[in-house]
Every structure is written in structure tokens, then in C-alpha cells.
């Protein structure tokens, strides 16, 4: 794992090393589960509100990320849900924007779009976009939760990328409140759904005693 010539991320250390599949972050902010036979390695940021992490072997590699979101942070889980479904805010501009922030993968703004797709497949929306580094593709994921912003950076170093597998990796991106998120998401979609099936209200019908006074 090409953790040294990485860790320079945005003055980023390497704080520790790890075997283990599962990673919950002791701060809370993120959780996900890394393949079998990963090296898992928690970089220090700037911001003790971020989290960073690098997991990988020899050849594959993904980072994971959690950040604060302020235009996130008042809103509702369902609110948010569906904007992580809003494929009109993730065009390319979008992820040319977002790998400019990213100078250790995309140095010099050398990031060039390549593809985008959405993913359904749970129950938290994933953006995903494929950009051509200057040496290598990266496969990137965003997710989104009320005040907090999911990232993965996937890449391979050497033969052909294990796609299926990042796509796998990124899945297990999560937030430890999640189970809570959910619950008020589906509660508000639920709502909606009844509101939309409701029979309109009955025409107010006019009292007796005021059509025999006119």
C-alpha cells in the first residue's frame, strides 16, 4: 500500500496501522468494512472534525472520508436522502470542483471526467464518478447525511482495476447514526406517501340556520 507517498494529503501523518476488516472511527463520524487482508491506517488532518482513512494492500487502495457539511447540518434526514438523489447536482462540474480540493490525487488540476453513475442499491443514495488522474483512474463515491459528507477514493496501482470490489468497499461507507437517520427518513416518506392518498376534504356545506336568515 502506497501509504508514505500518500500521506501527504493536505498535511496529513500516518498515526497508526491496523489488521482488522471492520473500522468504526472512536469519534463517531464514520464507519466501513475494509476486504480481508487490507492494511488499515488513520492519517491525522488539519481539522480534528474530518476523518481520514487509507486502506489497501500492495496494489488497490481506497480512502475513506467523513467531513463536516454545513448546508447539510439543519436539514432532515429525509431532505437530505433525496438530494443524494438529485443526479442534476453531481454533473461533471460537479466533480471537476470536487477533485480541484484534491491536489494530492489531481495535482495541478489535472483531474479529467471520464463517467458518473448513481447507486440505489441501499438505502442511502451513492454518487459515483470515475476521474483520469495523471497517473492513474480514479474511482471516486460521495454519500450524503444531515451535516456530514461520505467520500471513497479508489485506485489501483499496477493491472486492471478490481472494480466490483471497490464498488463493494464503498458500500460499507457509513455513519454510526445512521439506524436513526433511517428511521426518521422512512417516517417522513411514509407521511408523504399517506398525504398524497388521502381523499381531498369534504366541500364546506353551508349552515342551515344562515340560508334562512338570507
Known amino acids: 500500500m502506497r501509504l508514505f507517498a500518500l500521506a501527504a494529503l493536505a498535511g496529513l501523518t500516518i498515526a497508526g496501522a491496523a489488521?482488522?476488516?471492520?473500522?468504526?472511527?472512536?469519534?463517531?463520524?464514520?464507519?466501513?468494512?475494509?476486504?480481508?487482508?487490507?492494511?488499515t491506517t488513520v492519517e491525522r488532518t488539519s481539522s480534528p472534525e474530518n476523518v481520514y482513512v487509507i486502506s489497501g494492500s500492495a496494489n488497490n487502495e481506497c480512502h475513506f472520508l467523513s467531513q463536516p457539511s454545513p448546508s447539510t447540518a439543519t436539514a432532515s434526514a429525509d431532505a437530505v436522502r433525496r438530494a443524494g438523489l438529485d443526479e442534476a447536482r453531481f454533473q461533471q462540474d460537479f466533480w471537476q470542483q470536487t477533485a480541484t480540493g484534491m491536489p494530492?490525487?489531481?495535482?495541478?488540476?489535472?483531474?479529467?471526467?471520464?463517467?458518473?453513475?448513481?447507486?440505489?442499491?441501499?438505502f442511502w443514495p451513492i454518487?459515483?464518478?470515475?476521474?483520469?488522474?495523471?497517473?492513474?483512474?480514479?474511482?471516486?463515491?460521495?454519500?450524503?447525511?444531515p451535516g456530514v459528507t461520505l467520500m471513497s477514493m479508489c485506485m489501483t496501482y499496477s493491472g486492471a482495476d478490481p472494480v466490483a470490489q471497490y464498488e463493494t468497499a464503498s458500500r460499507t461507507l457509513a455513519h454510526p447514526n445512521d439506524a436513526t437517520w433511517r428511521a426518521?427518513?422512512?417516517?417522513?416518506?411514509?407521511a408523504r406517501a399517506a398525504a398524497a392518498t388521502a381523499p381531498p376534504p369534504a366541500p364546506e356545506q353551508p349552515q342551515e340556520g344562515?340560508?334562512?336568515?338570507?
Open 19 to 39: 489488521y482488522a476488516r471492520v473500522w468504526n472511527d472512536p469519534g463517531g463520524r464514520m464507519t466501513f468494512d475494509a476486504p480481508n487482508g487490507w492494511a
Open 104 to 122: 494530492q490525487l489531481f495535482p495541478g488540476g489535472s483531474a479529467q471526467f471520464v463517467s458518473r453513475s448513481l447507486d440505489t442499491s441501499g
Open 127 to 145: 454518487q459515483r464518478a470515475d476521474l483520469q488522474g495523471p497517473e492513474r483512474l480514479i474511482h471516486m463515491s460521495i454519500q450524503l447525511r
Open 184 to 190: 426518521e427518513a422512512e417516517a417522513a416518506e411514509a
Open 210 to 214: 344562515r340560508r334562512r336568515r338570507n
